[in-house]
Protein backbone atom coordinates (compact mmCIF):
# COMPACT_ATOMS: atom_id res chain seq x y z
CA UNK A 1 0.00 0.00 0.00
CA UNK A 2 1.26 3.05 -1.26
CA UNK A 3 0.57 5.75 1.59
CA UNK A 4 -0.80 5.44 5.33
CA UNK A 5 -4.86 4.64 6.14
CA UNK A 6 -6.73 5.74 8.52
CA UNK A 7 -8.10 2.99 10.36
CA UNK A 8 -9.71 3.50 13.66
CA UNK A 9 -10.33 6.98 15.25
CA UNK A 10 -6.76 8.15 15.79
CA UNK A 11 -5.42 5.61 14.49
CA UNK A 12 -3.38 4.75 11.26
CA UNK A 13 -1.93 1.87 9.06
CA UNK A 14 1.76 2.48 8.82
CA UNK A 15 2.76 -0.74 7.89
CA UNK A 16 5.00 -1.77 4.39
CA UNK A 17 4.12 -4.37 1.30
CA UNK A 18 7.07 -6.41 0.84
CA UNK A 19 7.72 -7.98 -2.44
CA UNK A 20 11.30 -8.55 -2.29
CA UNK A 21 11.36 -10.73 0.37
CA UNK A 22 11.38 -14.68 -1.66
CA UNK A 23 11.36 -16.77 1.50
CA UNK A 24 9.60 -16.31 4.65
CA UNK A 25 12.06 -16.90 7.71
CA UNK A 26 14.04 -18.04 4.70
CA UNK A 27 11.70 -20.99 4.22
CA UNK A 28 8.44 -20.53 3.24
CA UNK A 29 7.76 -18.87 -0.42
CA UNK A 30 5.95 -15.77 -0.86
CA UNK A 31 4.11 -15.73 -4.43
CA UNK A 32 1.90 -12.89 -3.39
CA UNK A 33 4.36 -11.08 -1.18
CA UNK A 34 3.76 -10.82 2.29
CA UNK A 35 2.61 -7.44 4.57
CA UNK A 36 4.55 -5.86 7.94
CA UNK A 37 1.37 -4.03 9.47
CA UNK A 38 2.28 -1.09 11.78
CA UNK A 39 -0.04 0.93 13.50
CA UNK A 40 0.52 4.46 15.26
CA UNK A 41 -2.57 6.41 17.60
CA UNK A 42 -2.23 9.79 17.42
CA UNK A 43 -4.10 10.76 20.40
CA UNK A 44 -2.99 12.68 23.58
CA UNK A 45 0.26 11.23 23.37
CA UNK A 46 1.34 9.33 19.98
CA UNK A 47 1.83 5.60 20.00
CA UNK A 48 3.21 3.03 17.50
CA UNK A 49 2.46 -0.39 17.64
CA UNK A 50 5.25 -2.89 16.06
CA UNK A 51 7.20 -1.54 13.63
CA UNK A 52 8.49 -3.13 10.05
CA UNK A 53 11.20 -5.38 8.71
CA UNK A 54 14.97 -3.92 9.23
CA UNK A 55 15.08 -3.24 5.45
CA UNK A 56 12.25 -1.42 5.21
CA UNK A 57 12.23 1.83 7.81
CA UNK A 58 12.82 4.26 4.57
CA UNK A 59 8.94 3.31 3.70
CA UNK A 60 7.91 2.70 7.44
CA UNK A 61 9.37 6.41 8.83
CA UNK A 62 8.06 7.86 6.05
CA UNK A 63 4.37 7.09 7.08
CA UNK A 64 5.19 7.43 10.53
CA UNK A 65 6.33 11.28 9.93
CA UNK A 66 3.50 11.76 7.91
CA UNK A 67 0.98 10.85 10.54
CA UNK A 68 2.27 12.33 13.25
CA UNK A 69 2.85 15.67 11.69
CA UNK A 70 5.66 17.14 13.13
CA UNK A 71 4.71 15.57 16.63
CA UNK A 72 6.97 13.28 18.60
CA UNK A 73 6.66 9.82 19.06
CA UNK A 74 5.93 8.84 22.68
CA UNK A 75 5.78 5.04 22.61
CA UNK A 76 6.51 2.01 20.86
CA UNK A 77 4.66 -1.00 21.77
CA UNK A 78 6.13 -3.90 21.31
CA UNK A 79 3.97 -7.15 20.57
CA UNK A 80 6.88 -8.96 19.30
CA UNK A 81 10.63 -9.17 18.80
CA UNK A 82 10.27 -11.39 16.22
CA UNK A 83 12.96 -8.86 13.46
CA UNK A 84 9.68 -8.62 10.95
CA UNK A 85 8.40 -6.85 13.45
CA UNK A 86 11.15 -4.85 15.53
CA UNK A 87 13.89 -4.93 12.80
CA UNK A 88 13.51 -0.92 12.77
CA UNK A 89 13.40 -0.24 16.94
CA UNK A 90 17.14 0.81 16.78
CA UNK A 91 16.35 3.43 13.77
CA UNK A 92 13.36 4.38 15.36
CA UNK A 93 15.30 5.31 18.76
CA UNK A 94 17.70 7.32 17.04
CA UNK A 95 14.93 9.58 15.11
CA UNK A 96 12.93 9.71 18.77
CA UNK A 97 15.38 9.66 21.29
CA UNK A 98 12.81 9.99 24.02
CA UNK A 99 11.13 7.25 22.91
CA UNK A 100 9.83 4.97 25.50
CA UNK A 101 9.47 1.28 25.01
CA UNK A 102 6.62 -0.80 25.75
CA UNK A 103 7.22 -4.71 26.74
CA UNK A 104 6.59 -7.27 29.21
CA UNK A 105 9.20 -9.29 31.24
CA UNK A 106 9.96 -11.69 27.99
CA UNK A 107 10.93 -8.46 25.62
CA UNK A 108 13.29 -6.85 27.80
CA UNK A 109 16.09 -8.61 27.98
CA UNK A 110 15.47 -9.45 23.84
CA UNK A 111 15.35 -5.33 23.59
CA UNK A 112 18.91 -5.68 25.10
CA UNK A 113 20.61 -8.33 22.94
CA UNK A 114 18.68 -7.09 19.34
CA UNK A 115 19.27 -3.71 20.28
CA UNK A 116 21.44 -2.99 22.80
CA UNK A 117 18.33 -1.21 24.25
CA UNK A 118 18.05 -0.85 27.97
CA UNK A 119 16.75 3.16 28.80
CA UNK A 120 13.65 3.69 28.19
CA UNK A 121 11.94 0.73 28.87
CA UNK A 122 8.36 -0.01 30.30
CA UNK A 123 7.86 -3.30 31.35
CA UNK A 124 4.00 -4.08 31.76
CA UNK A 125 2.66 -7.09 32.99
CA UNK A 126 -0.62 -9.10 31.91
CA UNK A 127 -3.60 -7.13 31.44
CA UNK A 128 -1.71 -3.57 32.33
CA UNK A 129 -3.32 -0.26 31.05
CA UNK A 130 -1.65 2.60 29.74
CA UNK A 131 -3.87 5.47 29.66
CA UNK A 132 -3.28 7.38 26.11
CA UNK A 133 -5.30 10.36 26.84
CA UNK A 134 -8.38 9.42 25.33
CA UNK A 135 -7.35 5.79 24.25
CA UNK A 136 -6.91 3.35 26.92
CA UNK A 137 -4.61 0.68 25.78
CA UNK A 138 -4.25 -3.08 27.70
CA UNK A 139 -1.53 -5.29 27.14
CA UNK A 140 -2.40 -9.40 27.29
CA UNK A 141 0.66 -11.56 26.80
CA UNK A 142 -0.05 -14.30 24.85
CA UNK A 143 3.18 -16.64 25.45
CA UNK A 144 4.44 -18.82 22.83
CA UNK A 145 2.02 -17.56 20.00
CA UNK A 146 4.73 -18.16 18.62
CA UNK A 147 7.49 -16.81 20.65
CA UNK A 148 7.88 -16.24 24.31
CA UNK A 149 7.42 -12.30 24.64
CA UNK A 150 4.12 -12.46 22.47
CA UNK A 151 1.57 -9.54 23.41
CA UNK A 152 -1.55 -8.55 21.93
CA UNK A 153 -2.91 -4.55 22.25
CA UNK A 154 -6.35 -3.97 23.04
CA UNK A 155 -7.57 -0.37 22.32
CA UNK A 156 -10.71 -0.52 24.69
CA UNK A 157 -11.77 3.01 22.76
CA UNK A 158 -12.09 1.83 19.33
CA UNK A 159 -12.36 -1.59 20.61
CA UNK A 160 -9.08 -3.14 18.27
CA UNK A 161 -7.17 -5.42 19.06
CA UNK A 162 -3.85 -5.42 17.88
CA UNK A 163 -2.51 -8.61 17.40
CA UNK A 164 0.71 -9.23 16.15
CA UNK A 165 0.95 -12.54 14.42
CA UNK A 166 -1.93 -14.14 15.57
CA UNK A 167 -4.75 -14.02 13.05
CA UNK A 168 -1.68 -13.33 10.57
CA UNK A 169 -1.98 -14.59 7.05
CA UNK A 170 0.80 -14.11 3.59
CA UNK A 171 0.15 -11.86 1.02
CA UNK A 172 0.78 -8.46 0.38
CA UNK A 173 -2.00 -5.95 0.58
CA UNK A 174 -3.51 -4.85 -2.74
CA UNK A 175 -5.84 -2.21 -3.19
CA UNK A 176 -7.94 -4.06 -0.41
CA UNK A 177 -6.52 -3.95 3.04
CA UNK A 178 -10.00 -4.15 5.03
CA UNK A 179 -11.59 -7.88 5.00
CA UNK A 180 -14.90 -6.52 3.78
CA UNK A 181 -12.49 -5.05 0.87
CA UNK A 182 -11.83 -8.74 -0.63
CA UNK A 183 -13.55 -12.00 -1.21
CA UNK A 184 -13.08 -14.23 1.33
CA UNK A 185 -11.22 -16.99 -0.33
CA UNK A 186 -8.00 -14.44 -1.46
CA UNK A 187 -7.18 -14.00 2.57
CA UNK A 188 -8.23 -17.51 3.88
CA UNK A 189 -5.87 -19.39 2.05
CA UNK A 190 -3.04 -17.67 3.20
CA UNK A 191 -3.81 -17.55 6.84
CA UNK A 192 -4.18 -20.80 6.92
CA UNK A 193 -0.57 -21.27 4.89
CA UNK A 194 0.62 -18.70 7.43
CA UNK A 195 -0.92 -20.94 10.44
CA UNK A 196 -0.08 -24.22 9.65
CA UNK A 197 3.61 -23.28 8.74
CA UNK A 198 4.22 -20.43 11.94
CA UNK A 199 1.73 -21.51 14.56
CA UNK A 200 0.87 -24.81 14.34
CA UNK A 201 2.99 -26.11 16.73
CA UNK A 202 1.74 -23.87 19.38
CA UNK A 203 -1.77 -24.73 19.15
CA UNK A 204 -2.45 -25.09 22.85
CA UNK A 205 -0.96 -21.90 23.50
CA UNK A 206 -3.93 -20.43 20.96
CA UNK A 207 -6.58 -21.92 22.59
CA UNK A 208 -5.12 -20.46 25.83
CA UNK A 209 -4.51 -16.90 24.37
CA UNK A 210 -8.41 -17.08 22.42
CA UNK A 211 -9.55 -18.14 26.05
CA UNK A 212 -7.99 -15.47 27.43
CA UNK A 213 -9.21 -12.67 24.94
CA UNK A 214 -12.88 -14.24 24.95
CA UNK A 215 -14.09 -11.58 27.56
CA UNK A 216 -13.21 -8.66 25.41
CA UNK A 217 -15.19 -6.92 23.31
CA UNK A 218 -13.38 -6.63 19.80
CA UNK A 219 -14.73 -4.91 16.75
CA UNK A 220 -11.29 -5.10 14.84
CA UNK A 221 -8.66 -7.10 14.80
CA UNK A 222 -5.47 -5.79 13.41
CA UNK A 223 -2.73 -8.38 13.26
CA UNK A 224 0.71 -7.38 11.62
CA UNK A 225 0.44 -9.74 8.81
CA UNK A 226 -2.21 -9.79 5.69
CA UNK A 227 -5.84 -8.91 6.39
CA UNK A 228 -7.21 -5.90 8.95
CA UNK A 229 -10.55 -7.66 10.20
CA UNK A 230 -13.23 -5.03 10.37
CA UNK A 231 -16.78 -6.21 9.06
CA UNK A 232 -16.55 -10.03 10.58
CA UNK A 233 -14.50 -10.99 13.19
CA UNK A 234 -16.33 -13.83 14.48
CA UNK A 235 -15.11 -15.60 11.46
CA UNK A 236 -11.33 -15.36 11.82
CA UNK A 237 -11.70 -16.09 15.48
CA UNK A 238 -13.81 -19.78 14.39
CA UNK A 239 -11.35 -20.48 12.04
CA UNK A 240 -8.37 -19.78 14.91
CA UNK A 241 -10.49 -21.81 17.09
CA UNK A 242 -11.31 -24.66 14.85
CA UNK A 243 -7.36 -24.61 13.25
CA UNK A 244 -5.68 -24.76 16.92
CA UNK A 245 -8.05 -27.39 18.00
CA UNK A 246 -7.17 -29.84 15.02
CA UNK A 247 -10.57 -29.46 14.06
CA UNK A 248 -10.94 -30.96 10.44
CA UNK A 249 -12.29 -31.28 7.06
CA UNK A 250 -12.96 -34.43 5.40
CA UNK A 251 -10.73 -34.80 2.74
CA UNK A 252 -7.19 -36.82 1.59
CA UNK A 253 -3.69 -35.36 1.38
CA UNK A 254 -1.68 -37.96 -0.08
CA UNK A 255 2.09 -36.98 -0.51
CA UNK A 256 4.47 -39.51 -2.20
CA UNK A 257 8.32 -39.19 -2.73
CA UNK A 258 9.40 -41.12 -5.99
CA UNK A 259 12.14 -40.78 -8.31
CA UNK A 260 11.45 -43.24 -11.06
CA UNK A 261 7.87 -43.04 -11.08
CA UNK A 262 6.97 -46.35 -9.52
CA UNK A 263 5.67 -45.14 -5.86
CA UNK A 264 3.97 -42.52 -7.64
CA UNK A 265 1.94 -45.33 -9.49
CA UNK A 266 1.20 -46.65 -5.43
CA UNK A 267 0.08 -42.99 -4.54
CA UNK A 268 -2.39 -42.78 -7.61
CA UNK A 269 -3.54 -45.65 -6.96
CA UNK A 270 -4.64 -45.17 -3.28
CA UNK A 271 -5.92 -41.70 -4.28
CA UNK A 272 -8.15 -43.59 -6.93
CA UNK A 273 -9.57 -46.07 -3.60
CA UNK A 274 -10.25 -42.48 -2.05
CA UNK A 275 -12.52 -41.13 -4.73
CA UNK A 276 -14.29 -44.50 -5.00
CA UNK A 277 -14.71 -44.11 -1.56
CA UNK A 278 -16.90 -40.82 -2.54
CA UNK A 279 -14.08 -38.01 -1.15
CA UNK A 280 -14.19 -34.96 -3.41
CA UNK A 281 -11.79 -33.06 -0.97
CA UNK A 282 -8.18 -35.07 -2.67
CA UNK A 283 -4.68 -34.03 -2.84
CA UNK A 284 -2.22 -35.68 -4.62
CA UNK A 285 1.60 -34.21 -3.77
CA UNK A 286 4.97 -34.94 -4.95
CA UNK A 287 6.74 -33.96 -1.89
CA UNK A 288 9.97 -33.18 -4.19
CA UNK A 289 8.32 -30.63 -5.81
CA UNK A 290 5.65 -29.11 -4.52
CA UNK A 291 5.77 -25.81 -2.41
CA UNK A 292 5.52 -27.47 1.03
CA UNK A 293 3.89 -24.80 3.14
CA UNK A 294 0.60 -25.75 0.84
CA UNK A 295 1.07 -29.56 1.44
CA UNK A 296 1.30 -28.40 5.25
CA UNK A 297 -1.77 -25.81 5.05
CA UNK A 298 -3.75 -28.74 3.24
CA UNK A 299 -2.79 -31.12 5.54
CA UNK A 300 -3.67 -28.78 8.68
CA UNK A 301 -7.22 -28.80 6.30
CA UNK A 302 -8.40 -32.10 6.17
CA UNK A 303 -8.49 -35.17 8.58
CA UNK A 304 -6.81 -37.79 6.20
CA UNK A 305 -3.06 -37.66 5.51
CA UNK A 306 -1.17 -40.78 3.39
CA UNK A 307 2.22 -40.98 2.95
CA UNK A 308 4.44 -43.16 0.74
CA UNK A 309 8.53 -42.88 -0.30
CA UNK A 310 10.77 -44.63 -1.79
CA UNK A 311 13.92 -45.76 -0.16
CA UNK A 312 17.48 -44.25 -0.93
CA UNK A 313 20.68 -45.07 0.60
CA UNK A 314 18.63 -47.29 3.18
CA UNK A 315 16.38 -44.25 4.47
CA UNK A 316 13.41 -42.79 3.26
CA UNK A 317 13.39 -41.05 0.57
CA UNK A 318 14.74 -37.04 1.22
CA UNK A 319 11.81 -34.90 0.42
CA UNK A 320 9.57 -37.14 2.60
CA UNK A 321 11.54 -37.15 5.16
CA UNK A 322 12.06 -33.26 4.89
CA UNK A 323 7.70 -33.01 5.40
CA UNK A 324 7.75 -35.76 8.21
CA UNK A 325 10.27 -33.72 10.57
CA UNK A 326 8.01 -30.40 9.39
CA UNK A 327 5.15 -32.50 10.70
CA UNK A 328 6.81 -33.70 13.51
CA UNK A 329 7.59 -30.47 14.49
CA UNK A 330 4.05 -29.20 14.12
CA UNK A 331 2.82 -31.82 16.35
CA UNK A 332 -0.64 -32.43 14.75
CA UNK A 333 -3.41 -34.57 15.63
CA UNK A 334 -6.79 -35.89 15.35
CA UNK A 335 -6.25 -36.76 12.03
CA UNK A 336 -6.20 -40.81 10.40
CA UNK A 337 -2.57 -41.63 8.42
CA UNK A 338 -1.99 -44.61 6.15
CA UNK A 339 1.79 -45.27 5.17
CA UNK A 340 3.74 -47.00 2.02
CA UNK A 341 7.06 -47.52 0.36
CA UNK A 342 9.23 -48.90 -1.99
CA UNK A 343 12.85 -50.31 -2.23
CA UNK A 344 14.92 -52.77 -4.75
CA UNK A 345 17.08 -54.13 -2.36
CA UNK A 346 18.02 -53.25 1.80
CA UNK A 347 14.54 -51.63 2.22
CA UNK A 348 14.07 -48.67 4.60
CA UNK A 349 11.43 -46.39 3.51
CA UNK A 350 8.30 -48.01 5.16
CA UNK A 351 10.48 -48.39 8.76
CA UNK A 352 11.43 -44.66 8.46
CA UNK A 353 7.77 -43.41 7.92
CA UNK A 354 6.79 -46.55 10.64
CA UNK A 355 9.07 -44.54 12.81
CA UNK A 356 7.05 -41.12 12.11
CA UNK A 357 4.00 -42.51 12.72
CA UNK A 358 4.97 -43.69 16.29
CA UNK A 359 6.12 -39.82 16.90
CA UNK A 360 3.10 -38.30 15.57
CA UNK A 361 0.95 -40.85 17.65
CA UNK A 362 -1.85 -40.61 14.65
CA UNK A 363 -4.58 -43.30 13.67
CA UNK A 364 -3.29 -45.57 11.65
CA UNK A 365 -5.70 -46.72 8.81
CA UNK A 366 -4.29 -49.78 6.45
CA UNK A 367 -2.76 -51.61 4.78
CA UNK A 368 0.43 -50.62 4.96
CA UNK A 369 1.44 -51.61 1.43
CA UNK A 370 5.70 -52.39 0.83
CA UNK A 371 6.53 -52.55 -2.93
CA UNK A 372 9.64 -54.26 -4.34
CA UNK A 373 10.67 -52.71 -7.31
CA UNK A 374 7.66 -51.66 -9.56
CA UNK A 375 4.38 -52.34 -7.60
CA UNK A 376 2.36 -55.26 -8.95
CA UNK A 377 -1.24 -55.44 -9.63
CA UNK A 378 -1.74 -57.22 -6.90
CA UNK A 379 0.65 -53.99 -4.78
CA UNK A 380 -1.47 -51.21 -6.50
CA UNK A 381 -5.12 -53.14 -5.47
CA UNK A 382 -3.83 -53.13 -1.87
CA UNK A 383 -2.94 -49.13 -2.49
CA UNK A 384 -6.39 -48.80 -3.96
CA UNK A 385 -7.66 -50.73 -0.38
CA UNK A 386 -5.69 -48.46 1.60
CA UNK A 387 -7.65 -45.58 -0.32
CA UNK A 388 -10.87 -46.57 0.10
CA UNK A 389 -10.09 -47.15 3.73
CA UNK A 390 -8.96 -43.86 4.18
CA UNK A 391 -12.41 -42.34 2.51
CA UNK A 392 -13.71 -44.64 5.04
CA UNK A 393 -11.89 -43.01 8.24
CA UNK A 394 -12.33 -39.55 6.98
CA UNK A 395 -16.58 -39.15 6.02
C1 LIG B 1 20.05 -43.41 -5.75
C2 LIG B 1 19.20 -44.57 -5.29
C3 LIG B 1 19.38 -45.07 -4.03
C4 LIG B 1 18.62 -46.17 -3.58
N1 LIG B 1 18.83 -46.68 -2.34
C5 LIG B 1 18.17 -47.82 -1.97
C6 LIG B 1 18.44 -48.46 -0.74
O1 LIG B 1 19.29 -48.03 0.03
N2 LIG B 1 17.76 -49.57 -0.39
C7 LIG B 1 16.79 -50.09 -1.22
O2 LIG B 1 16.17 -51.10 -0.88
N3 LIG B 1 16.51 -49.52 -2.41
C8 LIG B 1 17.18 -48.39 -2.79
N4 LIG B 1 16.92 -47.82 -4.00
C9 LIG B 1 15.90 -48.44 -4.85
C10 LIG B 1 14.58 -47.72 -4.84
O3 LIG B 1 14.09 -47.50 -3.53
C11 LIG B 1 13.55 -48.57 -5.59
O4 LIG B 1 14.03 -48.74 -6.93
C12 LIG B 1 12.18 -47.95 -5.65
O5 LIG B 1 11.31 -48.81 -6.32
C13 LIG B 1 12.22 -46.60 -6.39
O6 LIG B 1 10.94 -46.07 -6.44
P1 LIG B 1 10.59 -44.93 -7.49
O7 LIG B 1 10.46 -45.58 -8.86
O8 LIG B 1 9.30 -44.41 -6.99
O9 LIG B 1 11.69 -43.93 -7.49
C14 LIG B 1 17.66 -46.74 -4.45
C15 LIG B 1 17.47 -46.19 -5.71
C16 LIG B 1 18.22 -45.11 -6.14
C17 LIG B 1 18.00 -44.57 -7.53
FE1 LIG C 1 6.69 -13.84 14.49
FE1 LIG D 1 5.52 -11.80 12.02
Redesign the pocket.
Same mark, same amino acid.
Given at each position: MYKTLSVAKDTWWVGVNDYETDLFESLWPLPQGVAYNAYVISAGKTVAVDTVKGSRFDDYIDKVLSVLDGRPLDYLVVNHMEPDHSGVISCLKRTYPDLQLIGNAKTVPLLKEYHGIVEGVIQVKDGENLDIGGHLLTFYTIPMVHWPESMVTFDGTTRTLFSNDAFGGYGAHEGGIFDDEKPRERWEGEMLRYYSTIVARYSGMVQTALKKLSGLDIANIYPAHGTLFRHDIRQVIELYDRWSKQETESGVVVA #????? %??????AEAVCRGVAEGGVKNLRLYDAARADTSLILSDIWRYKGLVLL???????L?PALDALCTKLVNRMPKKRVLGIG?? #????? %??LDALRAFADTVKLEKIGPEVE????PTEADLEQCVELGRNMAKAVL
Open positions: #YGSMY %GNTRRMGCTYNTLFGS #YSWSK %GAVFAA
